[in-house]
């Protein structure tokens, strides 16, 4: 158990609709980060947040987006949702956010199943 | 853009010494070697970091060479809990930060 919770474990959705993938890291970790893991493409960087504010961007689409609350939990938000978003979605957490000896830690993943 | 080369799998059998190859040719001089490994589905797993020296903990080893060109992760008495995917990343520096690319990584079988 890595310390990171993720909800839901599965969600399944139709096209074009909206979800919201909820991520809490271990306790005293600042930053948050999120991967995308599908079939073809493997685990792939998609945005990382640092103490509420973005603090660097990957292959994340327009249509998606995030945050980091105050409490420091974080919601990666996906919109009009297309077939091939169908993934797994992981989020890691670190206790800093630019220390090259900074260790993510990963959650249990969320499965994204768009019907 | 993975920075890392690994064999797409190996076998080992239970209770042998596991010693998974990763190249790393391009890497800078303060450009750390992080192990992690995936079991089914599962979120990956941390499992050793190093620069230059090797180093070892309660899950692995890891060797790094001189030229810091490759380094070898060993897991010393593998399980068949063992059985996963290992990806050998190098971290890079990315927009003030650092990210992790995850290659293909090796499909380890630990059999009975």
């Known amino acids: 158990d890595s310390g990171v919770t993720q909800t839901p474990k599965h969600l399944i959705t139709a096209t074009g609709q909206r979800v919201t993938l909820r991520c809490s890291p271990r306790s005293g970790d600042l930053s948050v980060y999120w991967y995308q893991q599908s079939l073809d493409q493997g685990l792939q960087f998609l945005i990382q947040y640092y103490n509420g504010e973005e603090r660097a961007k990957g292959n994340i689409l327009e249509r998606f987006s995030a945050q980091q609350f105050p409490d420091l939990h974080s919601e990666l938000n996906l919109s009009s949702l297309e077939l091939g978003d169908s993934a797994l979605y992981f989020c890691?957490?670190?206790?800093?956010?630019?220390?090259?000896?900074?260790?993510?830690?990963f959650g249990p993943g969320t499965r994204l199943t768009v019907l | 853009d993975a920075k890392t080369t690994q064999p797409p799998s190996m076998d080992c059998a239970e209770g042998r010494a596991a010693n998974l190859p990763c190249n790393h040719s391009?890497?800078?001089?303060?450009?750390?070697v992080y192990w992690y490994r995936q079991i089914h589905s599962q979120g990956p797993q941390y499992i050793i970091h190093?620069?230059?020296n090797n180093e070892t903990n309660e899950m692995a080893s890891l060797i790094i060479t001189e030229d810091r060109k490759s380094s070898t992760l060993i897991l010393p008495h593998a399980t068949l809990r063992d059985t996963a995917v290992y990806y050998c990343i190098v971290r890079v520096p990315f927009q003030g930060a650092q990210k992790l690319v995850f290659g293909q990584g090796t499909r380890l079988t630990i059999n009975p």
């Open positions: 190093g620069l230059k």
């Open positions: 391009t890497i800078s001089g303060n450009e750390y």
């Open positions: 890691a957490s670190s206790v800093g956010g630019a220390m090259s000896t900074d260790t993510q830690y």
